[in-house]
């Protein structure tokens, strides 16, 4: 048997994953934290509305 045959099939990758999507929330989470700071005359200066940044 070859060294690749019987090396396991990316036995961690699991945690990566979850460590891309907490990545991935804590960027989110940043940004609208960082969105919310600013004023309403900002947020229509790019485009948003502060519905836009809180949906719900």
Not at 11 to 31: D, I
Not at 38 to 49: E, Q
Request: with cysteine; glycine share 6%.
């Amino acid at each position: 048997m070859e060294f690749h045959e019987n090396r396991p099939v990316r036995p961690f990758y699991g945690f990566v994953l979850l460590g891309r999507f907490l990545r991935s929330a804590w960027r989110c989470y940043q940004t609208r934290r960082l969105l919310r700071t600013l004023d309403d005359a900002k947020l229509r200066d790019i485009g948003l509305t502060r519905d836009d940044i809180d949906p719900q």
